[in-house]
């Protein structure tokens, strides 16, 4: 049976203002949380201020902002991008609290899915700033799923199960299929192979960090490495302190009357004058600890 087809109409063009639409809402979006920023700074309220980031400068998902955008998600990245360094520097600075960082790289990566250096950087900022290594795994898995040729994506994973989750299987794995992609780094293999033996070593953890600072030109990523790096020394060297300590008690039934009694005996070569910070490291009932505060730490 056939049936009458009638053509319908053709819909006229959308015209230029309509086409910029979007984009002008994005940009003042932007635009107002950024004044009433600068509004409440002044007034010195600061909760407040925190509040209103929450509520207005990051929008409710990224899914939202993707379709709002439409064919300008990627200038839109590119201002969540600024975003979401501001916010990363200014809670740097100050409480080092980055409640909303997670959500602020979900709506980056959710724009624009192929942005790498969002994932890598994200990542490594929930992971050893936020101390959020779960929500830092999720953005990178999301990511891989995206961008499946992307060995940088498994690489950071890796490193972040080995180094802060300790979960040395896993970073196995991900080391592992990190060296098979394409363009990956050859060093990646041989850090496969330390992270299923599970050797947490200082000197591979300190390679890690020196080749990320060398591949990377993103300055915030730059001093993040080199704080890390000044916490893996002073780690290091309380660990090498803490186990001649328990070498001499287990040797000699006692405790060594202070540091400088492990270089002249022999169980240490020498004992820093000042840790990485510029504190001095003592002896505290067995304890080698430091006299830099946890809290005065990087």
């Known amino acids: 049976m056939l049936e009458e087809v009638t053509e319908r109409p053709v819909p006229a063009a959308a015209g230029p203002l309509a086409r910029l639409l979007p984009i002008v809402l994005v940009l003042w979006g932007f635009v107002g949380a950024y004044l009433l920023q600068l509004s409440l700074d002044r007034a010195g309220e600061g909760r407040v201020r925190e509040k209103v980031i929450q509520e207005l400068a990051y929008f409710p998902s990224g899914r939202f902002i993707r379709q709002v955008a439409i064919e300008y998600r990627e200038l839109a990245a590119d201002l969540v991008w600024l975003r979401a360094i501001q916010y990363y520097g200014h809670h740097l600075m100050t409480d080092r609290r980055y409640e909303w960082l997670g959500h602020v790289f979900e709506i980056l990566t959710t724009l624009d899915q192929r942005f790498i250096g969002a994932y890598h950087f994200g990542a490594i900022t929930l992971a050893w700033d936020a101390r959020q290594p779960t929500e830092a795994l999720n953005l990178l898995f999301s990511g891989m799923k995206a961008n499946p040729m992307a060995w940088q994506l498994p690489f950071d994973a890796a490193f972040i199960s080995y180094m802060v989750s300790r979960d040395y299987e896993t970073a196995g ?3 592992d299929i990190a060296s098979r992609l394409p363009g990956a780094w050859l060093i990646t293999r041989r850090w496969a192979a330390v992270a299923r033996a599970k050797a947490g070593d200082y ?14 030109e993103n300055k915030r990523l730059r001093e993040l490495v080199v704080r890390q790096l000044r916490n893996l020394r002073l780690t290091e060297t309380l ?12 040797d000699r039934r006692r ?3 202070g540091l400088d009694e492990l270089a002249a005996t022999g169980y240490v070569d020498g004992v820093p004058e000042r840790d990485p910070y510029g504190g001095r490291y003592f002896l505290d009932d067995g304890k080698v600890r430091t006299t830099t505060p946890p809290g005065a730490r990087d």
């Not at 000197?203 to 990377?216: D, F, G, L, P, S």
């Open 173 to 175: 794995v991900l080391f």
């Open 203 to 216: 000197e591979t953890a300190r390679q890690m960090w020196v080749e990320m600072y060398n591949a990377t």
């Open 239 to 250: 660990d090498r302190l803490q186990r001649a300590v328990d070498r001499f008690q287990e």
């Open 255 to 257: 405790l060594p009357a």
